[in-house]
């Protein structure tokens, strides 16, 4: 890459774009309905010709199927319905021949309920495997109420009847949370982390990694308690657990280190201040967290997912996503994503998915999404302009989350229409219909009954008739993955936000330097100008843009409804005002 030296320490994490595929959704090889991984090895040239350099998967491990793979039974074998050892192997080396790395995704909070730990575990006090979990024995009354985020009462207590004890599940009641502070748990999923990297992987997706460590004296948390120091968010205090720096430190030095290898954590409850003493080089713990303080804009705060009818304010975003990059000025590096597995489709979330914008929208996030100072991962999908399915019935609903929320709601007061209406815009089953190969039956996906209802939208939007369309999303999404590689100060320049004030312009420069890119995106669909320009570029100077051209006034640049523009190398074009307060 060039000769220029960043101004921080390159790495090849920094410098990729991560594809994430989840794999029940990806391709069906087999007639059954589900996505597997023999359908993911066929489709890895598809993935290499994105442009990408990292494949994450979803868990493809033997588990009891509640919540699509994340309630794992066995950490050492695959879940039939996906394949064998042998097609996962062929997925890893099929990556590499490529050019690609690959990585997994590891629960390692919880394990399923029907784990062979907690099976034994939950059968007396006296069993080796009791403390490999969390307990609240009954003669100490009710335990101190804990958030139970998939639990029908919202629960995170389940009672267990041989042991006359209760267990913790921050998630599902079939999720039982693992005893990190229990050293043989430790040293039995260190084990575990050592066999997946001697099966090739080049790193780890860590589940909910913030939450591993509690505090087991368990403290009474009040309403009040939570919301003066945990922002009103169970995450925030899930993720305060005492020890959980000394964890993420034990588990680099005794698994990592020595492995040229990426740790990524999920990281829920973890605030952009504190972000750095996990990803700090110096700290030895991770390489890089991804955070949720961007996909939570949009929703009332305290309501369980509920979109706010004026939909997210573009002040905050900006706010969000300068801050969480200013972040890693200090240390680190950061994440970036708009979309993935638990979240609607990226274009519906944050773009116009009507067929007037869905293209241009999704061109322009996908701008927005590769000029930033963070890695970027793509959600499988996203690149052909998938949107959300808005299903209407409870019935048509495979995820969890969604209806254990619906089961204690109706439960509650016999009605769950609002709830069903939210879930339209903010259920998880939106982003993980089936991937839409063609305009054929199924979408390409399989020849059998998907185990989710594909978008009727197919015969529109599909990767066969996007190959052929110059235009298309998968198109641009290709040329903007080129020039991130070409430009190095599109990866490590510094990043300055040029449109404080604008509520629909999103426009910031990254330079390093002798070069010095300006990305301007109107997050609109109505015209907005933008008068930051000195002077008017050369049309040469244009590295991409949604549209097929410019429109100038004496004021300035016109952009049009979703415009997305990125010019390139003319510092002097532009004026950075001084920042007003953020
Ligand atoms: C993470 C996963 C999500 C899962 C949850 C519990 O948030 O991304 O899919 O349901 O953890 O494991
Ligand atoms: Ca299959």
Redesign the pocket.
């Known amino acids: 890459m060039g000769t220029i030296t960043p101004p921080i320490t390159r790495k090849w994490w920094k410098e990729a774009v991560v594809y994430q595929v989840y794999p029940r959704t990806f391709k069906?090889?087999?007639g059954?309905g589900?996505?597997?991984l023999q359908g993911l090895h066929h489709s890895i040239d598809y993935i290499a010709s994105l442009g990408v350099d990292i494949l994450w998967i979803n868990p493809v491990f033997q588990s009891s199927g509640y919540d699509n793979g994340y309630d794992i039974v066995d950490f050492k074998a695959i879940q039939p319905?996906y394949g064998t050892m042998a097609d996962l192997q062929q997925v890893i080396d099929a990556a590499h021949r490529k050019g690609l790395r690959i990585i997994i995704d590891m629960v390692v909070n919880h394990t399923s309920e029907r784990h062979e730990w907690f099976r034994s575990a939950r059968t007396s006090r006296e069993d080796v495997y009791y403390k490999f979990y969390h307990w609240w024995p009954a003669e100490k009354g009710d335990p101190p109420y804990r958030c139970g985020f998939f639990d029908t009462d919202g629960q995170g207590w389940r009672y267990n009847k041989p042991t006359d004890s209760w267990y913790l599940h921050y998630f599902s009641p079939e999720q039982p949370d693992l005893n990190w502070e229990n050293p043989e748990v430790r040293r039995q999923l260190y084990d575990i982390l050592r066999f997946w990297l001697a099966k090739g992987f080049d790193g780890f997706r860590f589940d909910a990694l913030t939450f591993i460590s509690k505090d087991t004296t368990f403290p009474g948390i009040t309403p009040a308690i939570l919301k003066e120091k945990y922002h009103d968010d169970w995450g925030h205090y899930y993720a305060s657990g005492p020890h959980l720096h000394d964890y993420l430190k034990e588990m680099r030095r005794e698994v990592l280190a020595g492995h040229d290898v990426v740790a990524i954590a999920e990281a829920p409850g973890i605030p952009p201040e504190d972000a750095p003493l996990f990803v700090a080089e110096d700290r030895g713990e991770l390489d890089l967290i991804t955070h949720f303080d961007g996909i939570a804009l949009g929703y009332v705060p305290g309501e369980f997912k509920k979109p706010d009818p004026n939909g997210y304010n573009m002040h905050e975003f900006k706010k969000v996503y300068t801050t969480w990059s200013d972040t890693y000025n200090r240390a680190g590096w950061g994440t970036i994503y708009l979309g993935n597995h638990d979240q609607p489709r990226m274009v519906s979330r944050w773009g116009d998915d009507g067929d007037k914008f869905r293209t241009l929208s999704e061109k322009l996030l996908f701008t927005f999404l590769l000029t930033m100072r963070s890695t970027p991962f793509i959600y499988n999908g996203d690149e052909l302009g998938m949107k959300s399915i808005r299903f209407t019935r409870i019935d048509e609903y495979e995820d969890i989350e969604t209806h254990r929320i619906y089961d204690r709601l109706v439960a509650k007061s016999g009605d769950a229409a609002d709830f069903l209406h939210d879930q339209q815009v903010t259920g998880r089953d939106n982003g993980r219909t089936p991937m839409q190969w063609t305009a054929g039956p199924n979408a390409g996906f399989t020849t059998g009954t998907p185990w989710l209802k594909i978008n009727p939208d197919h015969p529109q939007v599909n990767r066969e008739s996007e190959e052929r369309d110059p235009a298309s999303v998968l198109n641009y999404v290709r040329r903007l993955l080129l020039i991130r590689r070409q430009c190095p100060a599109l990866i490590y320049g510094d990043y300055t936000l040029l449109t404080h004030d604008d509520s629909r312009v999103y426009a910031y420069i990254r330079s390093w330097e002798v070069s010095t890119y300006a990305v301007l995106l109107n997050f609109s669909d109505a015209e907005n100008t933008f008068d930051h320009l000195l002077s008017q570029p050369a049309a040469n100077d244009i590295l991409i843009n949604n549209y097929p051209g410019l429109r100038w006034l004496r004021t300035g640049l016109l952009l049009a409804p979703w415009q997305a523009v990125v010019f390139g190398c003319l510092p002097t074009h532009f004026h950075v005002r001084p920042s007003s307060p953020r």
């Open positions: 069906d090889s087999n059954d589900i996505g597997d319905e």
